[in-house]
């Protein structure tokens, strides 16, 4: 017998012959993905053409998340307690903690678990008269403009678990990221561009790492993975042609390669093979809309002004935050930062100065950037960590030297813009920021009050992987709509 008759009888499997069954609809399919117009019907604006999820207005077309990687103190930003500082020294009484979980840097300190309170000063601004520390007095100008939620909690007390459940709704790993249930449930605004990006910058504080599972597609195609963008002369690796190719010759090889590939995809109908169709595609469309949507030379003075000289530094908080307004403004549908250095187990006085003064100004201009461009109101902007801080010591305080220790109970994060309620403080914690009094939200509120601004039921933005019904709330959240404008 021949080897290829013996190849062609290995590969007649049942499934083999029920994808055979199918080619005509994978043909449809693959064309789809070549041509992405070729069968699209004309769709409304603000309206989903994903099956199964009801259609209703969007507030927010994109969001950009700027979020603080290893947790900002609550008490040293948002969440002004004078109590504290009358306190100082005090064990946190039993009746507060209420048999918390604690962590093992301080579950069995010596000493007990000693209260301190901020030690930078605290002011009120804006209309609504918000709390605002001292070490962030650009945010503290555009308070009227944010929504400060002081009241949000999670389960997980370690950064991995935390930072894992904020970005894809799971504490374990293999589940889709919030960018790319975003990608799934509403594509891309631009063909050129990947609907979800991720930027990275590193503060002066103890840094938590990120890792590429926290921008991972999961289970769904990879199409919505996260594209990360790097801080050296190619943003994108490998999106140049090699040396020798020139644009012709690199889109005639993809014809070929193109071509390749739809004969494997005919003779093992696998959907791996359709992506990276998609995917070889998208790249050379990258080619030219990179360079051009992150090009700054064009920005005006008035521009690099607000942001501060720090954005004209690849890397930095301040030029991912001028990059990330440029990649919104471009169409891209989730822009995610990652920001380390916030973990202050110790010297935090010093150490979260520095962090403070790295974020601050961009922050605020990111805020005001989009809103004199008329896009804060279709673009949400969300700012925060994984967890708070505790309102004792870990360790002795010194010579008003001390830090905070992990605390999922209670903590403060801003959002801006996307059709969300400005001037807002919501949600309230006792005078210890430890325990949540009034309006509580959950991580996966969070979520589903971010979908909701999306025009997405996070009830129904669903996808079927091992038998089950997958999605980014799991099987909880509610839409917060004392949030929303």
Excluded at 66 to 76: D, K, T
Excluded at 135 to 159: G, Q, W, Y
Excluded at 453 to 468: I, N
Aim: with cysteine; glycine share 10%.
């Amino acid at each position: 017998m021949s080897k290829e008759l013996t190849e062609y009888q290995l590969n007649q499997t049942r499934r083999r012959f029920l994808s055979k069954m199918s080619l005509g609809v994978g043909g449809v399919a693959l064309g789809s993905l070549l041509i992405p117009d070729l069968f699209r019907r004309p769709v409304e604006p603000d309206r989903l053409a994903l099956p199964g999820i009801p259609d209703f207005a969007s507030k927010a077309k994109r969001v950009i998340y700027l979020f603080q990687n290893g947790a900002p103190s609550q008490l040293e930003s948002f969440d002004y307690k004078p109590l504290l500082e009358k306190m100082v020294g005090e064990n946190l009484p039993d009746e507060v903690r209420g048999g918390q979980r604690l962590t093992g840097f301080t579950a069995n300190q010596p000493g007990g678990l000693p209260l301190v309170g901020s030690f930078t000063g605290f002011k009120q601004y804006g209309a609504s008269g918000t709390w605002v520390s001292d070490l962030f007095p650009h945010t503290a100008r555009i308070v009227d403009e944010l929504c400060i939620v002081k009241s949000m909690h999670t389960e997980a007390i370690n950064h991995d678990p935390a930072l894992t459940f904020f970005q894809t709704g799971a504490q374990q790993g293999n589940r889709p990221s919030m960018g790319s249930w975003l990608s799934y449930g509403l594509g891309s605004e631009n063909s050129n561009l990947p609907a979800f990006t991720v930027l990275i910058s590193r503060g002066k504080g103890n840094s938590q790492g990120v890792y590429a599972k926290l921008w991972s597609n999961g289970f769904l195609d990879p199409i919505h993975q996260g594209v990360q963008f790097g801080s050296g002369e190619d943003p994108v690796l490998y999106l140049k042609d090699p040396k020798g190719m020139g644009r012709d010759e690199r889109r005639e090889m993809l014809d070929k390669l193109a071509q390749l590939n739809q004969w494997s995809y005919e003779e093992l109908y696998d959907p791996e093979i359709a992506a990276k169709i998609q995917q070889y595609e998208m790249a050379y469309r990258m080619q030219t809309a990179v360079p051009e949507t992150l090009d700054i030379s064009q920005e005006p003075q008035s521009v690099i002004d607000m942001y501060g000289e720090d954005c004209l530094t690849p890397g930095t908080f301040a030029a991912n935050c001028l990059m990330a307004r440029k990649l919104s403004e471009g169409g891209v549908r989730f822009v995610q930062l990652y920001h380390q250095g916030w973990d202050q187990h110790v010297n935090l006085p010093k150490e979260i100065t520095g962090q403070a003064m790295d974020v601050d100004r961009a922050s605020a201009a990111l805020v005001m950037d989009l809103k004199q461009r008329g896009l804060l109101d279709e673009t949400l902007v969300v700012w925060g960590g994984e967890f708070g801080r505790t309102c004792f010591s870990q360790g002795p305080i010194t010579k008003g030297n001390y830090g905070r220790d992990h605390h999922p109970r209670c903590f403060s994060i801003w959002m801006a813009g996307g059709g969300i309620k400005p001037g807002l403080v919501y949600g309230e914690t006792d005078d210890f920021s430890y325990n949540i009094v009034k309006d509580p939200v959950h991580v996966h509120d969070f979520h589903a009050t971010m979908l909701h601004q999306l025009g997405l039921d996070h009830e129904k933005l669903v996808y079927k992987h091992l038998g089950r019904r997958f999605r980014l709330t799991d099987v909880a959240g509610r839409v917060v709509h004392d949030l929303l404008a």
